[in-house]
Every structure is written in structure tokens, then in C-alpha cells.
């Protein structure tokens, strides 16, 4: 198991960018596959990206494709978020999450929330118009 801590979330405007980090304790952490997931008020839990467990493939949401970019630094046990081109419906509390599963090219299985075994605190974006 791992154990996962968000930070870097915040206030920014509209077409600004953030850096999210998820930094995860336990020496399996290089085996797991990484997501993040945010969720707005009201709303459900919804995929944002993943990345496999060495890095080498990932899968983004259509709505932030383009604009989001996450990485991850195995020696440092670490997963990032970058945000560009921000806009407001970006808003929501933003999760990291650990998968004990073999890559990221199944997209039903990669973007389900059920297949995540572990979750952070997550952390709050807020993106102003």
C-alpha cells in the first residue's frame, strides 16, 4: 500500500496555470499506476489523467487534453499535475489516486474510480473568471 498527500492546489485566473503534486509513501510506489480525479460540487468524481507505473504511457480526459500534462518521478515517489490554459469549470477538489494494475490503454478500466485502491486527501483548484 501507499500513502498519498496532495498539494500545490489554489487560486488562480482563467488561462493561468497550477502545479499539482502527489507525493506517496511506501516502497511499491514505482508498481502502482497513477491518476488524478477531481470532483466539483454536486458532481461526481470524474477521470482527469494516468500514468503508467514508469512513466512511459498516459491517458488524458477529452476536456483537458492539450492543456494538462502529468508526470511521474519514481526515485522521488512522486506524481504530478501540470495545469495550463485554466478555465473556470476546471474548478473542483483534485485527487491523486494509486492502481495496483498493468498499464493505461484500457480506458473503461484506467478512468473508473473503483479501480483505485488508494486515495489522498486531494486538494482544492479554484480557477476565476
Known amino acids: 500500500q501507499v500513502q498519498l498527500v496532495e498539494s500545490g492546489g489554489g487560486l488562480v485566473q482563467a488561462g493561468g496555470s497550477l502545479s499539482l503534486s502527489c507525493a506517496a509513501s511506501?516502497?511499491?510506489?514505482?508498481?502502482?499506476?497513477m491518476g488524478w480525479f477531481r470532483q466539483a460540487p454536486g458532481k461526481e468524481r470524474e477521470f482527469v489523467a494516468a500514468?503508467?507505473?514508469?512513466?512511459?504511457?498516459?491517458n488524458y480526459a477529452d476536456s483537458v487534453k492539450g492543456r494538462f500534462t502529468i508526470s511521474r518521478d519514481n526515485a522521488k515517489n512522486t506524481v504530478y499535475l501540470q495545469m495550463n490554459s485554466l478555465k473556470p469549470e476546471d474548478s473542483a477538489v483534485y485527487y491523486c489516486?494509486?492502481?495496483?494494475?498493468?498499464?493505461?490503454?484500457?480506458?473503461?478500466?484506467?478512468?473508473?474510480?473503483?479501480?483505485?485502491?488508494?486515495w489522498g486527501q486531494g486538494t482544492q483548484v479554484t480557477v476565476s473568471s
Open positions: 500514468i503508467s507505473s514508469n512513466g512511459g504511457n498516459t
Open positions: 489516486a494509486a492502481a495496483a494494475i498493468v498499464g493505461v490503454s484500457n480506458t473503461a478500466v484506467v478512468r473508473t474510480p473503483r479501480t483505485y485502491d488508494q
Open positions: 511506501g516502497r511499491t510506489f514505482s508498481s502502482y499506476v
